[in-house]
Every structure is written in structure tokens, then in C-alpha cells.
Nanobody, 122 residues
Framework: QVQVVESGGGLVQPGGSLRLSCAVSVYGSFIGFNTMAWYRQAPGRERDLVATSSPRSTPEYSTAAKGRFTISRDDAKNMVYLEMENLRPEDTAVYYC??????????????WGQGTQVTVSS
């Protein structure tokens, strides 16, 4: 069983910054984490990929996030972060964290959090 909990969302003015955190609790033995990622979903829109972090790979970002957002992870603490700078009103959305857990050599599974609201408005 895995619990994924996002935090750090809130109301921020345009041009401001926020740091989102994602805490992953794993109950049972597992090998480690593969891809950890952030998605977002604005009202009336589909859920879109924001940033991904995979072991031994360079992080990847959406066009909208590139240059303003930074994803990082701390596997020892079971955490993944999203630093967001120069926020714009169009960044307003619910931000979701997802992690892929390597349970055994042959079994992996994806888990999602419930999301944290980010609102960019003056």
C-alpha cells in the first residue's frame, strides 16, 4: 500500500513563487522509486504533465514549465518537490504528484495523490 500526499499549494500573486512537496509512504518492502512526476489540471481541462524525474536521467518539463519550474527528489526521504517561480495566472490548477514504485524486479505500479490547489491571482 502506498500513500501519496501533496502539500504547499495556496494563493500567490503573479510573479510569485511556491514550493510544492509530495510525501510518499510505502507500506511493505519495495526496491525503490522509478519516475516521479507532477501533473496539473485546470478547471475544464485535461490533466497535463508538468515535470518528471527519473533515476539517472535529466528532468523533463512541459513547455509551460521549462525555465520557471524545477523538480527535485529525495529518495532517502521518499519526497519529491516542485519549485515554481514567476507564476502566472494560467498556472492556476490542481497539482498532482505521481510516483512509480518498483515493488519487485517484475512488478511496478503507479500511485497518485489527491492534489493541491495552486491559485495565481492578484
Amino acid at each position: 500500500q502506498v500513500q501519496v500526499v501533496e502539500s504547499g499549494g495556496g494563493l500567490v500573486q503573479p510573479g510569485g513563487s511556491l514550493r510544492l512537496s509530495c510525501a510518499v509512504s510505502v507500506y511493505g518492502s519495495f526496491i525503490g522509486f522509478n519516475t516521479m512526476a507532477w501533473y496539473r489540471q485546470a478547471p475544464g481541462r485535461e490533466r497535463d504533465l508538468v515535470a518528471t524525474s527519473s533515476p539517472r536521467s535529466t528532468p523533463e518539463y512541459s513547455t509551460a514549465a521549462k525555465g520557471r519550474f524545477t523538480i527535485s527528489r529525495d529518495d532517502a526521504k521518499n519526497m519529491v518537490y516542485l519549485e515554481m517561480e514567476n507564476l502566472r495566472p494560467e498556472d492556476t490548477a490542481v497539482y498532482y504528484c505521481t510516483v512509480n514504485v518498483q515493488w519487485t524486479s517484475f512488478h511496478t505500479a503507479d500511485y497518485w495523490g489527491q492534489g493541491t490547489q495552486v491559485t495565481v491571482s492578484s
